[in-house]
């Protein structure tokens, strides 16, 4: 994986990734490796696999692609949520799939929560734009009969 070789987020600005990657070069170079701190973990990379990672993650059509290829793949340990959300703060909208509801993501894009995901119980809910995710808190509610709402 290109961002924990890195040791970079999924969500970080390519300043962050060049800066992170003449970290690994510095820390992997032989005439300055600093066991003392920390930095040891560099020592046995492949400068071509760091500069492959580098190319890919600060290219942002490349990057698309990786991106794109790391969910599918099922690679992903899943993203941290940047923060978390009340439903209440979603926007509600209905349309022919049933109840959505919308929240906008600082990128300009959207993070969605259907019903499905609701039944599901799932929580962490990723932008549509960009590789951001956040935690959407609600809480499922039982009626008399016993079923969840």
């Not at 290109?2 to 390519?14: F, K, N, Q």
Request: glycine share 8%; net charge negative.
């Amino acid at each position: 994986d290109y961002y924990e070789l890195l040791s970079v987020s999924p969500s970080a600005s390519s300043a962050d990734i060049k800066a992170a990657y003449h970290r690994a070069l510095l820390a992997s170079h032989p005439d300055k490796r600093d066991h003392a701190n920390g930095l040891s973990k560099f020592v046995d990379i492949d400068i071509g696999l760091l500069k492959q990672a580098f190319n890919t993650l600060h290219t942002p059509s490349l990057r698309k692609e990786y991106d794109a290829q790391r969910s599918a793949s099922g690679n992903s340990r899943g993203p941290r949520p940047a923060q978390v959300i009340s439903l209440e703060e979603f926007e509600e909208r209905e349309g022919p799939d049933g109840t959505t509801w919308a929240y906008p993501c600082r990128c300009g894009g959207q993070y969605v929560v259907t019903e499905d995901m609701l039944d599901a119980g799932q929580h962490l809910v990723g932008c549509g734009s960009c590789s951001e995710a956040v935690w959407a808190g609600y809480e499922l509610v039982e009626d008399a009969d016993g079923n969840a709402s």
